[in-house]
């Protein structure tokens, strides 16, 4: 303390409260210190983003580790282009379907309507049968070359049998290529033109088979056409009509039976 009385003693507070402060900051430093030591001590603390990066880098850095991760990149690759592939296959399957059905649904679709017997004829087990019926084109695009053929089943058991005949015959009438046949028609291709949604009625047809057993009850025709789309593919329809009690003593409209009902 000075003798000179115009200086003001300065208070005990502040030095207390600068030497409290540096105090402070030295028991937070320790703190610190102490729990970084801790957790570096820890094994069952969380590692930090950057020590988990630098663990992978050292990781892959390690040549004793390289054949295994070229390894793992390999099968990876390899397993995203075999996906790749399955993805390929199945989109062009898609496609090729989405095609084939907006095809279908655009091409000619003929099948007969409104067939009647006109008279039915025995001579012991020999029958007879003759009828009309009308061609239609149910489709959206013309039918060409359509020829039908109908084959008679005097019984049921024969109906494989008259269905393999019909489309047979029909097919080798819609080709055109036996000599018997070019003979027959001299020369000159047969078969009809059907456009969208026209029928050509009054079609007349006959046929005859030999029973191979007396005949009684229902006669069965079976019948196939061949013709051509507008793509120039070649589709066939094949279907099955049977006679009622009364058409097959005299005359009167067939049935459907749904067997041997098919399109192509």
Not at 151 to 162: I, R
Request: include cysteine; glycine fraction near 8%; aromatic fraction near 10%.
């Amino acid at each position: 303390m000075t003798d000179d009385p115009t200086e003001k003693p300065k208070p005990d507070t502040f030095k207390q409260h600068y030497a409290g402060t540096n105090i402070a900051k030295r028991q937070l430093q320790e703190h610190d210190s102490i729990n970084n030591q801790g957790h570096a001590n820890n094994p069952n603390r969380e590692p930090t983003p950057m020590e988990v990066v630098t663990r992978w880098w050292g990781f892959i850095r390690d040549p004793l580790n390289a054949q295994g991760i070229i390894a793992a990149f390999t099968i990876v690759i390899a397993l995203s282009g075999l996906g790749y592939g399955v993805f390929s296959v199945l989109q062009w399957v898609a496609m090729r379907d989405a095609i084939s059905a907006s095809r279908d649904s655009q091409r000619a679709w003929v099948g007969i309507t409104d067939p009647m017997v006109d008279s039915v004829t025995y001579e012991g087990r020999d029958i007879l049968v003759r009828g009309h019926h009308k061609l239609k084109n149910f489709g959206l695009s013309p039918a060409f070359k359509v020829y039908p053929m109908i084959m008679l089943a005097p019984d049921f058991v024969e109906m494989d049998a008259a269905a393999k005949d019909s489309c047979s015959s029909a097919k080798e009438w819609f080709d055109f290529k036996s000599e018997s046949i070019k003979k027959t028609t001299q020369g000159r291709e047969q078969g009809i033109t059907l456009f969208p949604g026209q029928e050509i009625p009054g079609l007349p047809f006959q046929t005859q088979a030999t029973a191979i057993r007396p005949p009684s009850g229902a006669l069965w025709l079976v019948g196939c056409m061949y013709y051509r789309d507008q793509l120039g593919n070649t589709r066939y329809t094949q279907f099955c009509l049977v006679t009622s009690e009364q058409a097959r003593k005299e005359s009167g409209p067939f049935q459907r039976c749904s067997m041997y009902e098919r399109a192509e």
